[in-house]
T-cell receptor, first 112, second 113 residues
């Protein structure tokens, strides 16, 4: 079963605008990761945020985590056409199994 | 360091055949996981290997199997292929433990006709 659920499923914005994607999950987590996937290719790791962290930055990316609401958000500022991709949140890896559980993803289109 | 590599990148097979996919992790990484990605089911965990031992397996039939070699390279085998096995198969590696970031390869696109 899917642990993470992303919202919205699809997002279309103009270059230069900010994009916000949300992820909700169901059970307690050790950490949460965000990945990007370009057009059916491999996943690129963006950010890992641990359960005791509330916010993390990496370049134009900002991730927040609210464990009380079991939710996380990914903000991409000043978007570029190259940011067009699918974005997935994944909970885990599980301490015992090493398993990541992925959401269905948000498809982001950035129009030039 | 070189990233995770997967071979072949594309594969076309017919129903009933079997297939073997290969994954070479980042140098020094001992954990390798496999995932299946389809439009309908999304990304689903197949299995994870660490130091040549399978630590966990997802909810896939026994037709899906894997192994890991002493150099941490891993192979995944699917026997008696079905149309529904058409998918992007991704492997990911991490250094030592499951709490570390997993790095993904480009995937193998398998089409079953």
């Amino acid at each position: 079963s899917q642990q993470g659920e992303e919202d919205p499923q699809a997002l279309s914005i103009q270059e230069g605008e900010n994009a916000t994607m949300n992820c909700s999950y169901k059970t307690s987590i050790n950490n949460l990761q965000w990945y990007r996937q370009n057009s059916g290719r491999g996943l690129v790791h963006l950010i890992l945020i641990r359960s005791n962290e509330r916010e993390k930055h990496s370049g134009r990316l900002r991730v927040t985590l609210d464990t009380s609401k079991k939710s996380s958000s990914l903000l991409i500022t000043a978007s570029r056409a190259a940011d067009t991709a699918s974005y997935f949140c994944a909970t885990g890896p599980d301490v015992d199994t090493g398993k990541l559980i992925f959401g269905q993803g948000t498809t982001l289109q950035v129009k030039p | 360091k070189a990233g995770v590599t997967q071979t072949p990148r594309y594969l076309i097979k017919t129903r009933g055949q079997q297939v073997t996919l290969s994954c070479s992790p980042i140098s020094g990484h001992r954990s390798v996981s496999w995932y299946q990605q389809t439009p309908g089911q999304g990304l689903q965990f197949l299995f994870e290997y660490f130091s040549e031992t399978q630590r966990n397996k997802g909810n896939f039939p026994g037709r899906f199997s894997g192994r890991q070699f002493s150099n941490s390279r891993s192979e995944m085998n699917v026997s008696t292929l079905e149309l529904g096995d058409s998918a992007l198969y991704l492997c990911a590696s991490s250094p030592d433990g499951p709490l570390e970031t997993q790095y993904f390869g480009p995937g193998t696109r398998l089409t079953v006709l």
